[in-house]
């Protein structure tokens, strides 16, 4: 009998009971699919944190302002504008690491351009900036040293502003309100996409810090026109991140004239740590899930033994008719190995077809890459097929083993 | 040319219940081709283990049992299924049919293991269903059959293969009587074309209507006679040594 034939004979004896050999690939489908699923999550994860590293810039620091110890409450981190520019010149002058020691001040305000409008996140910042970034120009150019010395009403634009503000055009040399003050667009940037917190980040725009202080956020921030919403250090060499640290510390510390053990006014965090927990987290999560799929597709086996076996006996009387008329053993054994064989097959094909679909739903929903990996599923449905077969041998067997007498007058 | 069916001595023993029960004793005869030969007995006396025996669905524990000339008491299970398959048929007193399958894919079922092309098949399958009468029931399911012709689908599956041996076990057993006289007449056609019949029964009437009749009582030939007389022709005396 060719293979053909024993194929043909499994399938059919399969669509007659339907119902039930759906339910019995259903563990299959289930293991599959939260296999495939969940390893195109964390290569998905994977590759939205390592793309977020990519675009903070390499080997970066951020300063930020501490809290205000208010009569012994703590309040939020940023209420007491301690960094200043000074702060961050002398990071970069003091420290042989640090290859630049960027500013930045920002604040939320309205754009308009011609007839549009738009809200956006307006920083202050000086070249260094780009730099510590890694952050070029796409087109246009960056604030010539001039314009930063005297607070020129310059611009450099994200993407998103071109599009949301300059409908179409390349936006360079456009007039653009920011508050009620008239800037030039100079440059706009290379795309980065979206930024740790969930945000794009090229919805911003960026002026001389000169200029930010002087024209349209200094007076709001009141304490002082020095203060800053963060410095950002990048530091030569990614060895040098853990010593970089520590002296920053150490030099603000006395800068800032704090004493002893009293607690600083501001803190240093390594952003791209954080992305690496998170990104451990996320892979840790997924391969426990793609542990538990591993038992769900052992169950998915047990249960097509489970049902091969009761179907073995319900057709006993069907092998010794089949041996009767000349089914050689080997020919039995095949069929209901066929049969698990294929059971296994559609439900791991069914799986990896729905574990795809969770898959991109939830790179859609979460904003990440869709990353189904062709391996996952090939690997997933193999397994499947290796699961069908080994837990199949069992009862194909049996039914091989079946005496055509007793088999024939069995009821 | 060599007798069809030569068994000389054969005999088949089973446990049951603590002891061993003699099935089969020392059974030598000789069938010729073209034979229409009934065994008959009562219940109990190893008439289906002759038959199983003789269909080469079992292998007797001693003795000799030469099938057109070739011996295959010590074939084994592959070798047995491979005779069944293209030399002999089988019709069982339960209608055996595939519940789940057409009149059709039921008698094309052992052409499937003997190989043949599905096209060559289904033509094949559709001659034997013709010679029964059952040319319009093709594509009826089992249940949808009365006894008789379900019992008729039975017998195209036992011819379908052109076998040099039918065996029959209680034929009409489940059949009312006029149902099991038209399945009678049909053996008496197969037996005028030329086939070899064994007919295994308990009943008289089934058993008048072979050429040949040998009586089975506790596992041993008994007796060898003529059903009916007039049928009787020379080949049917040649029988092996009684014990």
Redesign the interface.
């Known amino acids: 009998m060719s293979p053909l034939e024993s194929l043909r004979i499994a399938a059919r004896a399969l669509r007659v009971n339907k119902l039930r050999s759906a339910l019995t690939v259903l563990g299959i489908v289930v293991g599959v699919g939260a296999v495939v699923c969940m390893v195109s999550v964390g290569a998905g994860a994977q590759a939205e944190v390592s793309e977020k590293i990519r675009t903070l810039g390499a080997n970066l620091l951020l300063v930020m302002p501490g809290a205000r110890n208010s009569g012994g409450a703590r309040l939020e981190s940023g209420t007491q504008p301690t960094l200043t520019v000074e702060d961050a010149a002398s990071i970069r002058r003091e420290l042989a690491d640090v290859q630049v020691a960027a500013p930045l001040l920002s604040r939320s305000l309205p754009l308009v351009a011609a007839n549009r409008n738009w809200v956006t996140v307006v920083a202050g910042i000086n070249p260094d900036y780009l730099v510590a970034r890694e952050w070029q120009v796409a087109s246009g150019r960056l604030f010539t040293s001039d314009e930063i010395a005297t607070g020129a009403k310059v611009a450099i634009v994200g993407a998103v502003i071109v599009e949301e503000l300059f409908n179409g055009g390349s936006g360079i040399a456009e007039t653009l309100r920011i508050g009620n003050v008239p800037f030039t667009v100079t440059g706009v940037l290379d795309k980065k996409g979206l930024g740790a917190a969930g945000r794009s980040q090229d919805d911003v725009v960026f002026v001389p810090l000169s200029a930010a202080k002087s024209r349209v956020l200094g007076a709001v921030r009141g304490t002082t026109r020095e203060a800053l919403d963060f410095i950002s250090i990048k530091v030569s060499d990614t060895a040098a991140m853990s010593e970089v640290e520590r002296e920053v510390e150490a030099l603000l510390r006395q800068r800032h004239r704090i004493r002893g053990d009293a607690p600083s006014d501001f803190r240093i965090e390594n952003p791209a740590d954080v992305l690496f927990a998170r990104g451990a987290a996320m892979r840790l999560l997924a391969s426990l899930l793609i542990a538990v799929a591993a038992v769900s597709l052992v169950v998915g086996g047990i249960s097509i033994m489970n049902i091969m076996l009761v179907s073995v006996t319900e057709r006993t009387r069907e092998i010794g008719l089949r041996m009767a008329v000349g089914a050689r053993r080997r020919e039995i054994r095949w069929q209901f190995l066929i049969e698990a064989a294929i059971l296994a097959l559609v439900g791991g094909l069914v799986g990896a077809f729905l574990g795809a679909a969770a898959a991109v739903a939830i790179a859609w929903k979460a904003g990440w890459p869709v990353l189904i990996s062709p391996w996952a599923i090939i690997l997933a449905c193999a397994f499947a097929g290796v699961i069908g077969i080994s837990f199949g041998l069992y009862p194909a067997h049996r039914a091989a083993r079946l005496d055509p007498i007793v088999a024939l007058r069995f009821e | 040319m060599q007798p069809l069916v030569r068994t000389v001595g054969i005999s088949k023993s089973y446990p049951s219940g603590g002891s061993i029960v003699r099935a089969v004793s020392n059974v030598s005869l000789t069938i010729e081709r073209g034979e229409f030969v009934a065994v008959r007995g009562r219940s109990g006396s190893g008439k289906s283990t002759l038959m199983?025996l003789l269909?080469l669905?079992?292998r007797p524990d001693s003795g000799t049992y030469a099938f057109n000339g070739r011996e295959v008491a010590k074939l084994s299970?592959?070798g047995r299924?491979?005779v069944?398959?293209?030399d002999i048929g089988?019709i069982?007193q339960q209608p055996?049919l595939?519940p789940?399958a057409t009149a059709l894919e039921n008698v094309e079922?052992?052409l499937?293991?003997?190989?043949i092309s599905p096209s060559r098949r289904r033509r094949t399958a559709k001659d034997a269903l013709d010679c029964v009468g059952l040319a319009d029931r093709g594509h009826h399911w089992p249940n949808q059959l009365s006894g008789g012709e379900q019992q008729r689908v039975v017998i195209a599956?036992a011819t379908v293969?052109d076998p040099a041996l039918i065996l029959a076990d209680e034929p009409t057993g489940s059949l009312d009587s006029a149902t099991g006289n038209e399945i009678l007449s049909l053996f008496e056609a197969l037996h005028r074309d030329g086939r070899t019949i064994i007919v295994v029964t308990h009943a008289a009437e089934v058993a008048n209507r072979a050429r040949r009749l040998f009586t089975l009582h506790d596992g041993q030939i008994v007796e060898d006679g003529s059903a009916s007389s007039d049928n009787l022709r020379p080949a049917a005396l040649a029988m092996g040594p009684l014990p």
């Open positions: 199983n269909g669905l079992d299970e592959d299924a491979t069944r398959s293209h089988f069982f055996a595939l789940r079922l052992p499937i293991y003997a190989g599956r293969n």
